[in-house]
Every structure is written in C-alpha cells, then in structure tokens.
C-alpha cells in the first residue's frame, strides 16, 4: 500500500487511555487526522454508535469480510473477532491523510509485516496497579473481566519493544505531545516529503 500519507498504528492495554489520546490527537490533527473504524464481533457497549465506534456484526458477516479480502488485518481479542476494513484505509492514505489504527498487539503485528513504513506506537500505563485503578473506575467491567484484562495486559506489554515507540501515559497532557510529536517528525522524514523537494527544486524565481 504504498501512498503519500502516514499509517499510525497505535497498541496498548485497555486501560492504558489510548482511547482518549487518540481522540485528543485527532482534535489536534483536524482534517489531517482520521481514525479508522474497526469491524466487531463484540457487543456493543452503553454509548457506543455502530459506525462511529465500531462497525457491529455477526461472526457469520466477520468472517465474510475476511473471506472477501476486505480486512487490512484482524485478530481474536478475548472472545471476539476485531478487524480494519481496508477500503477506507486506502482511500485515505491516498489522500495524503494520517489514518490512526488504535488496535491490539497482534494486529500491530501483521500491520507491521504488511506495511513496514507504518508507525507502529505503544501506549503504556505507568503501572499495572494504575492499570487496574482505572479499570475499575471505568466501571464497564466485571471484576472478573477486569482480571482478565489485566492479564492481557502483562502479555501485551511484552510486546512493547516491537513498536517503534513507546508513551507512557502518566500525565495525559504529555502523552498527547509525545504521540503527536511522533506524527509530526514521522510527517517530515524524507519519504513523504521527497515530493516537496521536488516542488523546490523545479520553483524558478521571476
Ligand atoms: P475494546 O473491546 O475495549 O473496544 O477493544 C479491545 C481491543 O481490541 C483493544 O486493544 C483495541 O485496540 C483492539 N481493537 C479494536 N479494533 C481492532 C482492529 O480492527 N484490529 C485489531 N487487531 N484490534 C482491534
């Protein structure tokens, strides 16, 4: 998928406040920034909208879609399928747009096996007992779900030296900079900007 804009992949435990960096960096990118809206087999919660948060479907329409190639790359998660549709994705990139992929490590890493000039980044809690502190003041989980995320999470964590980078979000103000700081220096590395150069080279003053 070679293209002129930026493929942001960005992993980290649930909990760890990826959710709110994301959407703090997108009000921060405007136009620039879009995330990518995944596909589900997973219920969805209180105030979540199909087609803003996820796309909710059956395993029957899930498995579909991957049959039909339509997945940029998915992954199980706990009991349930999660997928990023493609076409999007694509169109977007060919844009010029910095598309954000908020997804789980496995995603993260056939994303990096399929497009190596993604940006792949690691949101990490500053603790596993802050973790679990805002697990439990989320208060959308059973305790017992919250124990298995946490497990989940120990696991993911081994996994944060594959990304690129890592943030970790203690001061939420912080992280957002460092997340944001990373789009903007990804933005300037020569690839992407080679065809600015070539806009300089051919500009002949009058
Ligand atoms: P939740 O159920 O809390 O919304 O999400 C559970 C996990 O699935 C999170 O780590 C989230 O980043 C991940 N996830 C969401 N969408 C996708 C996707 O399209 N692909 C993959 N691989 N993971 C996803």
């Known amino acids: 998928m070679r293209n002129e804009g930026l493929l942001i992949v960005l992993s980290g435990p649930s909990g760890s406040g990826k959710d709110t960096i994301i959407s703090r ?81 496995q995603g993260g ?11 792949e980044i690691f949101v990490a809690p500053p603790s596993l007992q802050e973790l679990e502190r805002r697990l439990i003041k989320r208060g959308t989980e059973t305790r017992d779900a919250i124990d298995r995320r946490l497990l989940i999470a120990q696991a993911e964590l081994q996994c944060a030296a594959d990304y690129d980078y890592i943030v970790i979000n203690d001061v939420l103000e912080d992280a957002v900079d460092d997340v944001l700081a990373i789009i903007r220096a990804s933005r300037l590395k020569s690839e992407l900007s080679i065809s600015r150069i070539r806009e300089v080279m051919n500009h002949v003053e009058s």
């Open 109 to 119: 890493k056939n994303v990096r096996r399929l497009i190596p000039e993604a940006i």
């Open 25 to 105: 960096v997108l009000d921060a990118l405007g136009d620039e920034g879009f995330l990518s809206v995944s596909m589900t087999t997973r219920p969805r919660r209180g105030t979540e909208v199909d087609g803003v948060d996820y796309y909710f479907v059956t395993p029957e329409q899930f498995r579909e879609n991957v049959e039909n190639d339509l997945m940029l790359e998915y992954a199980q998660y706990g009991a349930n399928f999660y997928g990023t549709p493609v076409g999007p994705v694509r169109h977007l990139l060919a844009q010029g747009k910095t598309v954000i992929l908020n997804i789980e490590v």
